[in-house]
């Protein structure tokens, strides 16, 4: 029985008040030399790994960068966890960790130290940022190579021993800013694993920018697509898949004809796609226990039943497509 | 913890004082600074006229030490502001050595490493990035002037007596405000051309060269022209006057002297140093400039327009 509209709004009152967004953005807009890169960003961002993606010059690095308080919004604002980016720049800094694209370390160090000096930048006792740094640097899998001098490391090191530096002081919003950028499929792999850890942690959300959707897809589950500056498409990856159940790909042998028939009487929609290949569309209130017997009542064999889900190329190649996507 | 702990965690402990966060830069600093044992023996030759003028004022108050050494009191330098001066002078160069070779990588080298978005993303400004990379050379060269010397000050006022000490107390202010201005001028030049040069020896050649080749030019207009306001665009001049100023010994005119023309006319030549406010104007714009330039140089990331 539904309530009455006041007994709703006494109910929600009641609830508790949920937690600020992670990434809430007002209205934000960031201009270069009066030419526009990112234009009225709105929407909050809720999600535990949120990819950023987007076309070359879309604007991931440059909405990275003004959230971390390098670069000054033009006009409108974003609050991370509900503090300002521009009146609570030192909050959220002390909150929040940042992986680089680009190779970033301070000379002459070893791996160790740097990573110290990371974590007591960030307000760490000496004491306590040096047993985090090895900590980190075991955690991400340079513990042996600690002692190391940075600039004899190579390229999947150096990116390893940036997302130590990252996470030594426990930030509770990682942004990782082209996190895979030159690793050899091993060094990828281990990346993606770290990344994928320190989300199912649960002490720490992620914001991770990259060109690879399938970094991406295997991270993430919300996903921010940006296109000259503006967002194409925000969407959850697990709903936009759910929502896609309905589509199903087949693979049949026997008489195709007489289960496309049958098919047609449970009023399902569909199209050959192939030999034995069918798709269709299931109506509502047919499962996929219908089509079982379906199959069994006309001899037809299922050999392959599949969802059809819209994979993140699918979204972004629409979101490229169509531009404005919802919020 | 122990290390085979291996997951994510945030940290929970307690936090340094924001305040002090800018003096993390110089502690890590220093550990490559003292790596070089070419720096460290220089350093350690820095405290030698430290040595020497404590031994000067020691022997002045020492009677026996004077018999031993057969000297009489009235051939030792006396001790009044043109000694302090003298050494504080001396420290100054010194100084300048120092400002040399610590100086020129202390920016450049995260300019070139991009290093600065990984200050400038956490709770440390770019304000406390400057004034942490200043006091790596204003902590290293305060060890070799002002704070010797007042040591130095205090314990010629324990040998001679209190009413020593309340006459020459503005000696103490000229020795730290003398040392204090040509330290920070140090640091801020070095740091301003480190900025702008990323390589280090250019970054040297810079610095002695804005120290050197202004002084060349000014001494040039000087000779030319038959005045001393030359001395306005030598850094070495301006000090020179600031410093004479600050222990009483400035001398308006520094010469005087007559030419005859071609025509016959004799002219009488007064050359007067440029007044001492002049001196403090140039300094106080030399670090304006300064600070402008590396407010427009230390930034996360260079947007190109």
Redesign the interface.
């Known amino acids: 029985m539904a309530l009455p509209a006041s007994a709703q709004q006494e109910l929600i009152k009641d609830l508790p008040v949920t937690d600020p967004a992670v990434i809430d953005l007002l209205g934000l807009s960031v201009s270069f030399g009066g030419r526009p890169i990112l234009q009225g960003l709105r929407g909050d961002l809720r999600g535990k790994a949120i990819g950023l993606l987007g076309p070359n010059g879309a604007g991931k690095t440059t909405l990275i960068h003004t959230l971390l308080g390098f670069h000054e919004p033009t006009a409108g604002t974003a609050q991370i966890f509900g503090h300002d980016i521009v009146d609570h720049a030192k909050q959220i800094k002390a909150l929040v960790g940042y992986m680089p694209e680009r190779d970033s370390f301070i000379a002459k160090m070893s791996a160790v130290h740097f990573v110290r000096l990371m974590g007591e930048l960030s307000g760490l006792p000496p004491e306590a940022a040096l047993e985090r740094a090895h900590e980190a640097l075991f955690y991400v899998g340079l513990g042996e190579a600690r002692y190391r001098k940075l600039q004899t490391y190579s390229l999947g090191m150096k990116q390893l021993a940036k997302l130590a530096q990252a996470i030594v002081h426990g930030p509770k919003l990682l942004f990782l800013d082209e996190p895979t950028n030159g690793l050899d499929p091993p060094a990828r792999l281990r990346m993606i694993k770290l990344i994928r850890e320190i989300r199912d942690s649960g002490q720490a959300h992620i914001v991770l920018s990259s060109h690879l959707l399938l970094d991406v897809e295997e991270c993430c589950d919300e996903i921010l697509i940006l296109r000259e500056g503006r967002i194409a498409v925000y969407c959850n990856l697990e709903e936009e898949r759910k929502s896609n159940r309905k589509f199903l790909m087949l693979e049949t042998r026997g008489d195709q004809a007489k289960f496309v028939s049958a098919l047609k009487e449970l009023g399902c929609e569909y199209a050959i796609t192939g030999d034995h290949r069918l798709k269709i569309v299931l109506q509502g209130g047919v499962e996929v226990r219908d089509l079982y017997q379906l199959a069994a009542r006309e001899q037809v064999q299922l050999r392959r039943l599949s969802y059809k889900r819209d994979s993140l190329e699918d979204i972004f190649l629409k979101a490229m497509e169509n531009g404005h996507g919802s919020l | 913890?122990a290390?085979?702990?291996?997951?994510?965690?945030?940290?929970?402990?307690?936090?340094?004082p924001?305040w002090s966060?800018f003096l993390?830069i110089p502690r890590?600093a220093y550990?490559?600074v003292f790596k070089s044992k070419i720096f460290t023996a220089f350093f350690v030759l820095c405290f030698v006229p430290l040595l020497i003028e404590a031994i000067l004022i020691y022997l002045h108050h020492n009677v026996n030490a004077l018999g031993t050494m057969r000297l009489q009191i009235q051939e030792l330098i006396p001790i009044d502001a043109t000694f302090f001066q003298f050494f504080v002078n001396l420290q100054g160069a010194f100084a300048f050595f120092v400002a040399l070779l610590v100086g020129p990588?202390l920016v450049s080298?995260?300019l070139?490493?991009?290093?600065l978005?990984?200050?400038?993303?956490?709770?440390?400004?770019r304000t406390e990035y400057v004034v942490g990379k200043m006091s790596v050379l204003l902590i290293l060269l305060s060890t070799i002037t002002w704070i010797p010397q007042l040591l130095l000050f205090f314990l010629q006022s324990y040998l001679e007596g209190f009413t020593w000490f309340r006459t020459n107390l503005w000696l103490a202010s000229a020795i730290v405000i003398g040392s204090v201005v040509w330290i920070l001028l140090l640091a801020l030049i070095s740091q301003t051309v480190s900025a702008l040069v990323k390589w280090r020896v250019v970054a040297s050649g810079a610095i002695l060269g804005l120290f050197f080749i202004p002084s060349v030019f000014g001494e040039f207009i000087n000779v030319v022209f038959l005045t001393r306001l030359g001395n306005l665009v030598s850094i070495a001049a301006l000090m020179k006057n600031i410093s004479s100023g600050l222990f009483g010994t400035f001398v308006q005119t520094t010469g005087s002297f007559r030419i005859e023309s071609f025509d016959g006319t004799v002219r009488d030549i007064i050359l007067n140093e440029p007044p001492l406010w002049s001196s403090w104007t140039v300094v106080f714009g030399i670090c304006v400039v300064c600070l402008a330039i590396l407010s427009r140089k230390v930034?996360?990331?260079e947007?190109?327009?």
Do not use: W
């Not at chain 2, 994510?8 to 340094?16: F, H, S």
């Not at chain 2, 978005?117 to 400004?125: D, Q």
């Open positions: 913890m290390v085979y702990e291996q997951t994510y965690k945030r940290y929970a402990g307690p936090l340094t924001e966060r993390i890590h550990r490559g990588p080298q995260d070139r490493n991009n290093a978005p990984l200050y400038l993303c956490r709770p440390f400004s930034k996360a990331y947007v190109v327009k």
